[in-house]
T-cell receptor, first 109, second 117 residues
Framework: GQQVMQIPQYQHVQEGEDFTTYCNSS?????IQWYKQRPGGHPVFLIQ?????EVKKQKRLTFQFGEAKKNSSLHITATQTTDVGTYFC?????????FGAGTTVTVRA | DAGVTQSPTHLIKTRGQQVTLRCSPKSGHDTVSWYQQALGQGPQFIFQYYEEEERQRGNFPDRFSGHQFPNYSSELNVNALLLGDSALYLC????????????????FGNGTRLTVT
């Protein structure tokens, strides 16, 4: 079955620095979604990518969908303390959305 | 406009017992998905309900069952609880997936924290 893998599992970032988290699927995806879960909270939808090679930006966050539609990345510039949380990618397989294990981000002020 | 609501927020059960968790979807949504999230892990898909039927199921045993009511609300039932069933159970609502590549995003509730002792 479909597997979605994310690296790194943990990302410790100095405030103001940039970082990237990566998502890889064992199968081609029709689309990929990204969610953010704050500590003690629930996953909140960030964005959906549908087209091969698609790039979308939300302020300091840049999301990219690979050409083969099997991988994706999230790049955050000038990290802030508000970026703390776990970022999940999720790929669709039939009706279900399969989540990766997430990248947990902590920020050093 | 109420979002997804789940009840109860916390629950403590002993091994072998049965539990029922409840979910009301966001207004206008007709599809409910249930996920299990163990500590430090990503949400794992249990099943999805649409038009009062289970449409797809993840890799969970038959001890996990569910129901969707005509008002789109849903229940998750777990029988013969095991210690390993301790987790955060998340309900997510959405609109039914269409034929194209775009999916209606999932809107999650705050979850039910189940502890099995």
């Amino acid at each position: 079955g479909q597997q979605v893998m994310q690296i790194p599992q943990y990302q410790h970032v100095q405030e103001g620095e940039d970082f990237t988290t990566y998502c890889n699927s064992s199968t081609t995806l029709s689309n990929i979604q990204w969610y953010k879960q704050r500590p003690g909270g629930h996953p909140v939808f960030l964005i959906q990518l549908v087209k091969s090679g698609e790039v979308k930006k939300q302020k300091r966050l840049t999301f990219q969908f690979g050409e083969a539609k099997k991988n994706s990345s999230l790049h955050i510039t000038a990290t802030q303390t508000t970026d703390v949380g776990t970022y999940f990618c999720a790929g669709r397989n039939d009706y279900k959305l399969s989540f990766g294990a997430g990248t947990t981000v902590t920020v050093r002020a | 406009d109420a979002g997804v609501t789940q009840s109860p927020t916390h629950l403590i059960k002993t091994r072998g017992q049965q539990v029922t968790l409840r979910c009301s979807p966001k207004s206008g949504h007709d599809t409910v998905s249930w996920y299990q999230q163990a500590l430090g892990q990503g949400p794992q898909f249990i099943f999805q309900y649409y038009e009062e039927e289970e449409r797809q199921r993840g890799n969970f045993p038959d001890r996990f069952s569910g129901h969707q009511f005509p008002n789109y609300s849903s229940e998750l039932n777990v029988n013969a609880l095991l210690l390993g069933d301790s987790a955060l159970y998340l309900c997510a609502s959405s609109l039914a997936p269409g034929q194209g590549s775009y999916n209606s995003p999932l809107h999650f509730g705050n979850g039910t924290r189940l502890t099995v002792t």
